[in-house]
C-alpha cells in the first residue's frame, strides 16, 4: 500500500526540476484531458453552429464572452446551456454543463477535432445510429453522461466523488483539473522533502513507487529482473485504461490495482470469442492477453508515459526490441514492402472505431486468424479488414498456404469461449482445454467463471484449485462459480475466501455469506464476516448513486432480513433510473416474497408500459401468472418473452414447458429452435426427450435421454 501520510501538492512543484518531463506532458492528452472553458480551450464551432440530430436542432454560440449551447434538456425541450469544462482533445472534444446538486453532465454532441481532410472540424453525435431522446439513459442529461460517475475519476488528479445519498447530490472535488504528474507517481509532498534531505533516506526518492528504467527500457536478457516494476506500472495504467467497475477513489500509485477496481474479463458483448476488442474496453485486459505482458513489456516501453506518443513512428516503435530485418522481410508478411499489409500494426493490432470518430488499436498482439472467422463470422481478422474485397475462407486459405498450417498461438481459446456462451455440447471439453493449456491468465479466469454451469465432482474439485489460484481475478471467478453448487459443499470454503488478501475477492465472499445466519458463528468467525459484509456495504454506497448499487443494497438488505431498507433501496434504484430492468425483476420477486403479489404485478406492469420490449419483463410477468395459477394469462407474456429474445435456453425451456401441458408437439418445435445454439443445455435436452416419449417417437426420445445422459456425467446430487 501506498503511503497514505504524503499529500498532493499540485504540478507546479515539479515545474523546476523537470523542465523536460513538463514541457512533454504539457501538450498531451494528459494534460488536456479536462480544462475550463475559454477561447484558448475550446476547439469546437461556437460561431452560431446548428446541428440537426433526428430533427433536434441544437445551436452553439458565444454570449458575453461564454461559450452556450441549446439543445434538449431533461425535459426534451429546447433549453440555453453554459458549458463549463471541456473534455479530452483529440481525436473528438466533448463538453460539460453544470446541473443542480454538484452534477456535471456531458454532451452527446461532440466536435470532431480531426482535420477537414481527416473528415474532422464538424459536429457530430457519438450515438448517431440511434435515436436517443430525453428519459433515456443514453441521453446526455441521463447517468451513463454523468461526469461524476463515469468520467470524472479518470480525467483529474486525486479526484473525490463525494457523492450524499440522502440529498442526491454531490460534492466533487480534485487537486489538479487534469491527469497531473501525482496522477500517475502519486502524491509528491515527501519527494519534495527528500530534495531538501541531506542523507537521502526515503525510498523510491520519497515517491509510492519507482518508474524509473535503466537505459534500454525492455531488455531481452532482464526481464525478469523487471517484472515487478512493469506490473507495478500496468497496474497504475490500468486505473483509467481498463473496463472497470470503481470499488472506491482511495487508489494511490503502488497500491494494487484490484483493491480499489473490478476489471471486467473477456465477457461477451465486451471481446469478441477469440478475445479481440470489441465493446470499449480501453486496453488493459487485451494486453493481459499478449505475449508482450508475458514476456515483461510494459506501456512506456512503447509509449512515451510524458507524451503518451509511441517511442517511435510507425512499425519501428516494434524495432526496438524486434529485429527489423526478419519482420519487414516478405517471408514473413508475404505482401509488398511498404504495403499496409505489411505493417506490424496493422496485422497485429488491427483497430476499430468507438465514440463515432476514435480509432483504437487492439493490445492483444495477436496472431491473424482467419480460419476462425470462417467458423464465426461475427469475429473480424485482420485480413479482410483490408481486403475488403475478398472473404475470410480466401484468406485463411492464404494463411495456411504461405505457412504450410494455420499459425495458433497461446491465444486460441475463440472456440472455448463460444461453446461456453452458447452452451455448447462441447463447452466442458473445451473449458478445460483452456485450464489445462498454456493461455493467458485472463482467459482462464474467464473460463473458470464457467465451470459453475456444469456441476459435477470433477468441476467441483476444479474450482477449489482455481480458489488457490496465485490470480484474484481467477480467484474471484472461482468463487463466482462456487456458488453453484450446493450449500454443504460451498459455505466452509467461502468462509475461507473473507481472509483473502485482494478486496475483490473478499468482496464476492461477502457478497454470497451476506444470508448466512451469522447467529450460528463462533465469535471469531462472526466478527470477520460482520467485518467483511461492512465492507462491502461500504463499497455499494460509494457508488449510490448508480442503480445497479443500490440493487445491490437491496439484495444484501434482503438477505440480512432487513426489508425496510431493502424496499428503499429498490425504490431508490427505480428512481435514479426509471428504465433499470433488473430492479423491476428483483423487486417483484422480493414483493412476491413478502406476500404482496399484487404489488408485483402493479410493478411489472408498470415497467412493460415503459419498456414492452425487453423479453425479461415478459417472462417475469408470465412465471407471475403461472404462480397465480392463471395459465391462461401466462401463455402470451411467456411466448412474447421468446418472440422478442429466441435464443435465450431459459425462456424457451419456460414456455415450452407451459405448452407441452396440452400440446407436447408445440413444445418440442419450440425447443427444437434453440437446441442448435444450446447443444449442451441439460434442460433442453431433457425436455426434448420426455415430450419426444410423450408423443410417442421412442428413437428420438432414446436419443435425446442418452445426450442428457452423457451431459449429466457424475452430476452433485
Excluded at 504539457?26 to 480551450?41: I, V
Excluded at 497531473?180 to 513507487?209: D, N, R, V
Excluded at 472497470?244 to 458483448?269: N, S, W, Y
Excluded at 503518451?308 to 526496438?320: P, T, Y
Amino acid at each position: 500500500m501506498a503511503d497514505n501520510n504524503a499529500t498532493y501538492i499540485g504540478d507546479k512543484s515539479c515545474v523546476s526540476c523537470h523542465i523536460k518531463e513538463f514541457k512533454e506532458w504539457k501538450g498531451s492528452d494528459h494534460a488536456l484531458a479536462m480544462m475550463e472553458s475559454n477561447s484558448t480551450s475550446v476547439k469546437g464551432d461556437f460561431d452560431d453552429a446548428s446541428f440537426n440530430y433526428n430533427g433536434m436542432i441544437s445551436k452553439f454560440y458565444k454570449k458575453n464572452g461564454k461559450f452556450m449551447v441549446r439543445t434538449d434538456g431533461e425535459d426534451g425541450k429546447l433549453h440555453d446551456y453554459e458549458i463549463a469544462y471541456t473534455f479530452g482533445i483529440y481525436p473528438l472534444q466533448q463538453y460539460m454543463v453544470k446541473f443542480p446538486n454538484g452534477r456535471l453532465q456531458v454532451l452527446d454532441i461532440a466536435w470532431d477535432s480531426r482535420s477537414i481532410e481527416e473528415g474532422g472540424q464538424r459536429w457530430f453525435h457519438i450515438h448517431k445510429d440511434d435515436n436517443v431522446t430525453a428519459g433515456d439513459p443514453l441521453h446526455w442529461t441521463g447517468p451513463n453522461l454523468n461526469w461524476n460517475y463515469m468520467c470524472a475519476d479518470c480525467h483529474s488528479t486525486n479526484l473525490k466523488k463525494n457523492y450524499d445519498e440522502k440529498t442526491r447530490s454531490y460534492h466533487t472535488t480534485w487537486d489538479v483539473i487534469n491527469v497531473s504528474c501525482e496522477a500517475c507517481h502519486g502524491p509528491a509532498s515527501k519527494h519534495i522533502a527528500w530534495t531538501k534531505q541531506k542523507e537521502k533516506t526515503l525510498s523510491h526518492h520519497g515517491f509510492p513507487l519507482s518508474l524509473k528504467y535503466k537505459k534500454g527500457r525492455w531488455d531481452l536478457n532482464t526481464t525478469s529482473l523487471k517484472a515487478k516494476v512493469n506490473h507495478q506500472e500496468i497496474e497504475v495504467c490500468a486505473k483509467c485504461h481498463s473496463r472497470r467497475t470503481q470499488l472506491d477513489d482511495h487508489f494511490v500509485a503502488g497500491d494494487h490495482f484490484l483493491d480499489h477496481h473490478l476489471p471486467a474479463t473477456l465477457d461477451e458483448g465486451l471481446y469478441f470469442p477469440d478475445g479481440k476488442i470489441e465493446d470499449e474496453v480501453y486496453v488493459y485486459d487485451s494486453f493481459l492477453q499478449s505475449k508482450m505482458y508475458a514476456k515483461g513489456v510494459s506501456c512506456s516501453d512503447c509509449h512515451n508515459p510524458h507524451t503518451l506518443n509511441r517511442r517511435a513512428s510507425g512499425d519501428k516503435v516494434c524495432f526496438q526490441c524486434h529485429k527489423e530485418k526478419t519482420y519487414t522481410a516478405p517471408t514473413h508478411h508475404h505482401h509488398e514492402t511498404g504495403s499496409r499489409g505489411a505493417s506490424c500494426i496493422s496485422c497485429h493490432m488491427p483497430s476499430r472505431i468507438y465514440m463515432g470518430v476514435d480509432s483504437r488499436n487492439d493490445h492483444s498482439f495477436r496472431i491473424p486468424r482467419p480460419d476462425i472467422s470462417v467458423v464465426m463470422p461475427e469475429v473480424p481478422n485482420a485480413c479482410t479488414i483490408c481486403h475488403a474485397d475478398r472473404n475470410d475462407t480466401w484468406a485463411a486459405k492464404q494463411v495456411k498456404q504461405w505457412y504450410g498450417k494455420i499459425p495458433k498461438g497461446k491465444q486460441d481459446f475463440a472456440h472455448a469461449l463460444r461453446s461456453l456462451r452458447n452452451n455448447m455440447e462441447d463447452a466442458p471439453q473445451e473449458l478445460y482445454r483452456v485450464l489445462m493449456s498454456d493461455a493467458p491468465t485472463i482467459a482462464k479466469a474467464t473460463v473458470t467463471g464457467y465451470l459453475g454451469n456444469y456441476p459435477s465432482r470433477q468441476t467441483y474439485m476444479t474450482t477449489l484449485q482455481m480458489l488457490r489460484n496465485p490470480d484474484a481475478i481467477v480467484r474471484r471467478k472461482a468463487l463466482e462459480s462456487l456458488q453453484t453448487f450446493p450449500p454443504k459443499l460451498r459455505i466452509k470454503e467461502t468462509f475461507k475466501m473473507l481472509e483473502d488478501p485482494v478486496k475483490i475477492v473478499r468482496m464476492e465472499a461477502a457478497r454470497q455469506l451476506a444470508a448466512f445466519p451469522i447467529e450460528t458463528l463462533e465469535p471469531e468467525q462472526k466478527n470477520l464476516l460482520v467485518k467483511t459484509i461492512t465492507e462491502y456495504e461500504k463499497v455499494l454506497h460509494f457508488s449510490a448513486d448508480r442503480p445497479e448499487n443500490q440493487l445491490s443494497l437491496a439484495n444484501l438488505y434482503w438477505h440480512k432480513k432487513m426489508p425496510k431498507k431493502a424496499e428503499t433501496a429498490y425504490r431508490e434504484a427505480l428512481a435514479l433510473q426509471p428504465l433499470f430492468v433488473p430492479a423491476y425483476v428483483n423487486y417483484s420477486n422480493f414483493l412476491i416474497e413478502q406476500g404482496r403479489s399484487k404489488e408485483a404485478l402493479v410493478l411489472l406492469q408498470s415497467g412493460l408500459g415503459k419498456l414492452p420490449q425487453i423479453a425479461i419483463l415478459h417472462h417475469v410477468l408470465g412465471l407471475w401468472y403461472v404462480q397465480q395459477k392463471q395459465k391462461a394469462e401466462a401463455l402470451p407474456e411467456l411466448k412474447e418473452a421468446v418472440a422478442l429474445d429466441p435464443y435465450n435456453a431459459r425462456f424457451v425451456y419456460v414456455y415450452a414447458v407451459a405448452l407441452g401441458e396440452k400440446d407436447p408437439r408445440a413444445a418440442i418445435e419450440v425447443l427444437l429452435s434453440v437446441y442448435p445454439k444450446h447443444t449442451g443445455n441439460l434442460q433442453i435436452v431433457s425436455a426434448l426427450a420426455y415430450y419426444y416419449r410423450m408423443v410417442g417417437e421412442v428413437e428420438k426420445s432414446a436419443d435425446f435421454e442418452q445426450k442428457a445422459k452423457t451431459l449429466q456425467q457424475v452430476v452433485i446430487q
